[in-house]
């Protein structure tokens, strides 16, 4: 849609008020019956309870030092856990103003951080900045945190409207307006205006949902929505017709969500004559969420993705109304207030706007299916002896937030994971640089993927596999794929591998991988990853035990074509926590120009 398009539609909206965007939430009544509401205790609860933590405690200087460690380190996490730490309590005073309004001393609270947020020397934090930014143009920068805040700030002034001091209202129109308005008009285009991720979703996201309820000028409206709304249609472009998110589901929540708060503003705003959800894709996207869970909290977790993931739900109940054939989650899967490490406002704030009370099942429905464009196979299968999980993907090795995981698979069984996908690690410059592979959560070393004349799969969209074969079926599941394109082996012709799910009550996944080469390879390992610390019963069979008496999964192979080597590793997880894990290495002992070996997990 073009500006005089979108200018004509601007000139006929409703003026911005607080009962058009927030209906639910227009003056005292909804804030009364929130705190009077069963559905939200918990997180009202636990919004106090951050209160009182940060009661007594001072703002955290965000101080020179810190600010420059990135760039001499390459460290993220000393600045950024301050950095958000300020956003956690913008987020818990903003929402005890409105749940408990005769407590003057949460809105001065308030006032302290906004005031000192406004005090920031940018609203980026360093990893997103230029190696070495000058600082006549550090407002020019807009990454995915600066636009948060200005949507954040946006929203806390509308919400609170005539609560907040003129002087705050104020500074925060005018640090918006220095931020993220004029720079997006002025100093653009941004790289991530034509991302098919979430970075497009998150930044024009709330560039636009910040100018929805801010900007008062018609024809500035109308320009930042027509940059706003293409890049909306490129985050859309970044999904298949099969609305997988090839980012995981931790970054579906995010920019999707951010996605959905944009749009849901957008639809009120011009009373329903811009609408996203009316297309069919965006609902396959919405129901991405129910289809990627395999056991319990556990998910399909490739790319940079967490293995645990809790659900929204306020963004998820607003989806089941506004998407058809959207599941309303297990209640038992809600993030808690602090579950957000980067302490987000828009998501916190829906959590209490968006909850409908109803009646949700204690868990999901079993269910198999099969996401051709991911090229992802997704399993949740239900028996007399408990929930268990399947997964494995192909794709190419240029996927958003790639891995070098092609041919990767990942099984849990009554709530634990057996063959493990260690998903994202600690975010670093090297990490998302050169050296990124190196990591073991990126490389094909961390994951469950052979190992060939001692090389690894290579980077690149020219890595990639066909998939021969997918079915999803009432008694099994299958994924055959040719993976000898992930490999950069010169003599590698074919790698075939097969991978059968048998939902049975105690069901088991045969895996088979069939070579051919030109020659003989000078080595060839078949590695398996796990969290388990693996135990070998005997030549032939190893167990790997469960946590709780009575789980696990035991791997059988054949001792006269292989020998297991375990292994023992470490990394650093997303929040610089050294975790362990082990490989199981399985070294053909005599490798010819053609071989096949099977694997059965069995769960006991």
């Known amino acids: 849609m073009n500006k005089q ?39 009202i609860e636990e919004i106090r309870a951050e209160a009182r933590r940060l009661d007594g405690q001072p703002i955290p200087v965000l101080t020179y030092s810190t600010f420059t460690l990135y760039a001499r380190t390459g460290s993220r996490l000393e600045y950024e856990r301050l950095y958000f730490d300020r956003r956690r309590r913008l987020n818990t005073f903003a929402l005890l103003s ?18 000192a947020i406004c005090d920031e020397y940018t609203w980026c934090v360093p990893a997103h900045l230029p190696a070495a930014p000058e600082a006549s143009g550090i407002d020019r920068h807009i990454d995915l945190f600066s636009a948060e805040t200005g949507f ?81 249609n490129y985050y859309l472009q970044g999904f298949g017709d099969d609305g997988a998110c090839q980012e995981g589901l931790g970054y579906w929540n995010y920019g999707f969500g951010y996605f959905t708060y944009y749009s849901d503003l957008l639809r009120a705003r011009s009373r329903g004559r811009l609408d996203w959800f009316k297309q069919e894709k965006v609902a396959r996207i919405a129901r991405f969420q129910q289809q990627c869970f395999i056991d319990g909290s556990y998910v399909a977790n490739f790319s940079d993705s967490q293995p645990r993931v809790k659900v929204h739900m306020g963004l998820s109940h607003y989806l089941t109304e ?48 099969y996401l051709p464009d991911a090229a992802w196979l997704v399993s ?18 240029d996927e958003p937030h790639n891995h070098n995981d092609l041919g990767q698979f990942i099984l849990s069984g009554r709530g634990e994971i057996f063959a493990a996908d260690l998903g994202c690690g600690e975010y670093t410059a090297d990490y998302f640089g050169a050296g990124r592979y190196g990591y073991d959560c990126n490389g094909s070393q961390g994951h469950s993927v052979p190992v060939i004349d001692g090389q690894y799969q290579g980077a690149g969209r020219e890595f990639r596999v066909v998939v021969l074969h997918a079915s999803a079926e ?21 790698l075939v591998r097969s991978l059968i799910w048998h939902k049975e009550e105690r069901p088991r996944l045969e895996l088979t991988d069939t070579w051919q080469y030109d ?18 019963l005997h030549p032939g069979s190893v167990l790997l035990p469960g946590e709780t008496a009575g789980n696990g999964a035991v791997v059988a192979y054949d001792p006269q074509l292989v020998q ?17 894990w082990h490989s199981l290495d399985f070294h053909v002992l005599r490798p010819e120009a053609e071989g096949v070996l099977r694997f059965t997990f069995q769960f006991l």
Not at 331 to 354: I, K, M, Q, V, Y
Not at 520 to 534: D, G, K, L
Request: net charge negative; glycine share 8%.
């Open 5 to 43: 398009e979108l200018m004509a539609i601007v000139e006929d909206m409703k003026p911005a008020d607080l009962s058009l965007y927030y209906p639910q939430g227009d003056g005292a009544a909804f804030w009364t019956g929130a705190l009077a509401s069963g559905a939200l205790q918990a997180d």
């Open 98 to 115: 409105l749940l408990e309004p005769e407590r003057a001393d949460w809105l001065e609270k308030l006032g302290d951080i906004v005031w």
């Open 152 to 232: 954040a700030l946006s929203e806390i002034l509308v919400l609170l409207g005539d609560r907040l001091a003129p002087l705050l209202k104020d500074r925060i129109r005018q640090e918006v307006q220095k931020r993220i308005f004029r720079p997006f008009l002025a100093h653009g285009p941004y790289f991530w205006e034509t991302s098919t991720h979430n970075w497009a979703a998150v930044c024009a996201g709330s560039v636009g949902a910040a100018a929805l309820l801010l900007v008062e000028d018609d024809s500035m409206l109308a320009d930042i929505l027509t940059k706003t709304e293409s890049s909306m």
């Open 322 to 369: 506004a998407c058809d054939g959207v599941l309303r989650p297990p209640s038992g899967l809600r993030a808690p207030f602090t579950e957000d490490h980067c302490s987000r406002f828009a998501p916190a704030l829906r959590n209490l706007l968006w909850v409908r009370a109803g009646k949700e099942k204690e868990a999901w429905e079993a269910g198999s299916r």
């Open 380 to 397: 949740r299968h239900v028996s007399a002896a408990g929930a268990f999980g399947f997964a494995a993907k192909g794709g190419h090795n």
């Open 474 to 494: 009432e008694e099994r599941d299958e994924l055959t794929l040719e993976l000898a394109g992930a490999y950069p082996v010169s003599g590698l012709k074919s």
């Open 519 to 536: 020659g003989t390879p000078a080595s060839w390992t078949e590695r398996f990853v796990t969290w388990r610390r693996p135990e070998l």
């Open 564 to 580: 297991l080597e375990i292994n023992a590793h470490v990394y650093n997880n997303h929040y610089g926590r050294e975790t362990p």
